[in-house]
C-alpha cells in the first residue's frame, strides 16, 4: 500500500525545494540520491534533507506533470527524474517570481542593513545624548526649587511610577 502524498494544485508556487530541483533537473536527469546529494552539496551543511524529503517533492511535481520518471540500465536498473516541457515553462514561470522576490529581499535587507550599520548606531548615540541632556536638566531645575516645592514633584513622581508599574 503506498502512502498518499498530499498533491499541490500545479498553479501554486513552488517552494525553494522544489524550485532548486526544477532547476537541477534542467542541466541533467538525476537519480533521487544522487539529486539529495547534489542539493546538501551545494548548501554545504546549512540545509539538511533527506531522500524522502525530496522524492515527496519529486512525487508533486511528478503528478503535475513538471517531472517525468525514467528507468535506465541494464542490469542495475535504476529510476531517474527528467523535466518535462510542462516543468520548464513553470520554472520560467517561477524564475520570474524569483527575480521580483530578489529584488524586494534586496531592497528589505540594504534598509535594515543600513539602518544597522550606519543610522542605528548614530540613533542611539543621539538618544542617549538627549537622554542625559534631560536628566541633567531636570536636576538642575529640581535643584533650583525650593525644598518643599521639590519635595512635592519627587511624591507626585513616585506615586506615577508606582501606578505604571502596577
Do not use: A, W
Amino acid at each position: 500500500m503506498e502512502i498518499p502524498i498530499p498533491r499541490k494544485h500545479p498553479e501554486l508556487r513552488l517552494d525553494p525545494i522544489e524550485f532548486l530541483i526544477l532547476l537541477k533537473l534542467k542541466s541533467k536527469s538525476y537519480e533521487l540520491k544522487e539529486l539529495t546529494e547534489s542539493i546538501k552539496k551545494d548548501f554545504e551543511g546549512t540545509l539538511e534533507l533527506t531522500n524522502d524529503e525530496v522524492f515527496k517533492r519529486l512525487e508533486n511535481l511528478r503528478t503535475n506533470g513538471f517531472v517525468s520518471l525514467e528507468t535506465k540500465g541494464l542490469l542495475s536498473k535504476k529510476n531517474y527524474f527528467l523535466l518535462t516541457e510542462k516543468g520548464e515553462n513553470k520554472l520560467k514561470e517561477e524564475i520570474k517570481y524569483f527575480e521580483q522576490d530578489i529584488k524586494i529581499f534586496n531592497k528589505f535587507y540594504s534598509v535594515v542593513l543600513g539602518l544597522m550599520n550606519q543610522n542605528f548606531p548614530k540613533m542611539v548615540e543621539e538618544i542617549r545624548k538627549m537622554m542625559e541632556y534631560s536628566v541633567s536638566s531636570i536636576q538642575q531645575t529640581l535643584n533650583n526649587l525650593t525644598k518643599p516645592v521639590r519635595d512635592s514633584i519627587i511624591n507626585v513622581l513616585s506615586t506615577l511610577l508606582k501606578e505604571k508599574t502596577n
